[in-house]
């Protein structure tokens, strides 16, 4: 074994930086072994030098994150600080100074993945981020490494962990959206400010990065369609129930069936309680492959945290040094496909909309002739008269497959009847 030490810089020592030193510590020995060479922190960035880091030498803590990047002895650069900047900055200047780069960050790799991979090959260093998709969970090296030889299909994906929670508490306790995200916020899950979360962003960057993988084709935050759980009602979830389904927020990455283009995406959905990702609860994450050879592959485990997601970066830590130790590189991006991301309005998906209705003849005949015009297929009608004295129903009705523009133009033509007094909810139907 090589005595002397490769040595790393950590950027960002919040709840993953530190369990990251932590491990580093804890497990040098073993971490020594299996690299070949010891693994010595070389310096920590810190934005609040005066915070008390348990385990850390406060001799290696420093609030000049640029400094340390651009280190010349530095063998990889651990960037855990998030964001888009400073974070891009300081992975470019440790490309620029010979490091390699193990990073979480999901926001900057879905929005500029491609500069900081060319930069990487430019240098010829390696860029890891197996923590930013779904902390512990191993999805971007068996995506990239493993299933090499195959071909995915499709990507379905719970990868946030708040939302998941928050949908599970609707679920199990009939709670509504707002009582179950104060739940999350009160559990430590939802960040003080949720949006990122409650909205689609956090997943709709993940999507991006697993459609980019799995599809060798450059996918960008922009190109994944993004609904968030506002809408989501109690009724939704119990309408969900009544059909056999429960309500996931799901990622959904798919190549068209004729090959020739993908499309990503992040929406609520109704799932078949027999899909294997309806069983996934609290605030756990899962994501479903499916390719011609391997067929149904489901990753399974703790999608954040700061434990999970340190785990994730060791692993990527490990392989780096290896890398520096025998003066080879992991896989880059592979993007050779260059297939189009089509539109929303293209992916093929089926609807369960919720219809406040007139309950008189001919109704029923009405909507059922707006589906026909559309040329949307209807899979089932429930019609349930409304409790009270008055003479509304509701109409539930749920569709075959049809491409995301018919359906919306189909929901858009049923707003305009006069019988139909509201569109109580529209929500897609996923996993069959
Ligand atoms: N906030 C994310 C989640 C974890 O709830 O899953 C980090 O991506």
């Known amino acids: 074994m090589r005595t002397r030490p490769l040595k790393v810089a950590l950027l960002g020592c919040g709840v993953v930086g530190s369990e990251v030193a932590r491990i580093m510590t804890t497990h040098a020995e073993d971490l020594a072994q299996r690299i070949g060479a010891p693994v010595e922190l070389a310096g920590v960035a810190v934005r609040r030098p005066d915070r008390v880091r348990a385990g850390i030498d406060p001799a290696l803590v420093t609030t000049d994150a640029a400094a340390l990047a651009a280190r010349a002895d530095i063998d990889v650069v651990v960037e855990v600080i998030g964001g888009l900047e400073p974070a891009r900055t300081l992975i470019t200047s440790a490309f620029e100074h010979g490091a390699s780069v193990v990073t979480a960050n999901k926001a900057l790799l879905a929005e500029d993945g491609s500069t900081l991979h060319e930069s990487a090959d430019k240098y010829g260093v390696d860029l890891f981020y197996e923590a930013a998709v779904a902390a512990a969970i191993p999805l971007v090296r068996p995506l990239r490494e493993s299933l090499a030889g195959d071909k995915v299909n499709r990507v379905l994906g719970i990868v946030n962990g708040t939302t998941n929670f928050i949908l599970d508490r609707m679920e199990s306790t009939g709670a509504g959206y707002s009582e179950a995200l104060d739940e999350a916020t009160a559990l430590g899950y939802a960040e003080a400010d949720p949006t990122a979360d409650v909205e689609g962003f956090d997943a709709a960057a993940k999507a991006a990065i697993l459609a980019g993988i799995a599809f060798h084709t450059r996918v960008r935050l922009d190109d994944v369609h993004r609904e968030g759980l506002a809408e ?46 309806a069983s996934v609860r609290e605030a756990y994450n899962a994501v ?47 993007a050779y496909a260059q297939l189009p991301v089509s539109p929303m309005g293209e992916v093929v998906t089926r609807y369960h909309i919720s219809l406040d209705v007139a309950d008189k003849p001919g109704v029923l005949a009405q909507v059922a002739m707006v589906f026909a015009e559309h040329g949307v297929s209807i899979d089932t009608v429930r019609q349930k008269g409304k409790e009270g004295p008055h003479d509304g129903a509701w109409l539930v009705v749920v569709t075959h497959r049809a491409q995301d523009a018919a359906l ?25």
Do not use: W
Not at 409 to 417: M, N, S
């Open 232 to 277: 989501v009602t109690a009724a939704d979830i119990a309408s969900a129930k009544r059909m056999g389904c429960t309500v996931k927020l799901l990622a959904i990455c798919e190549r068209a069936a004729d090959g020739r283009s993908v499309t990503a995406r992040v929406h609520p959905a109704m799932l078949p309680l027999s899909h294997p990702l």
């Open 288 to 334: 479903f492959v499916e390719s011609d050879a391997a067929g149904q592959l489901m990753f399974y485990g703790p999608g954040a945290g700061g434990s999970p997601t340190a785990s994730a970066v060791l692993g990527d830590l490990v392989a780096a040094c290896r890398n520096k130790l025998s003066g080879g590189r992991g896989p880059g991006e592979s």
């Open 408 to 432: 919306s133009a189909t929901v858009e033509a049923l707003r305009g009847l006069d019988t139909v007094r509201g569109v109580a909810s529209i929500m897609r139907v996923e996993g069959e």
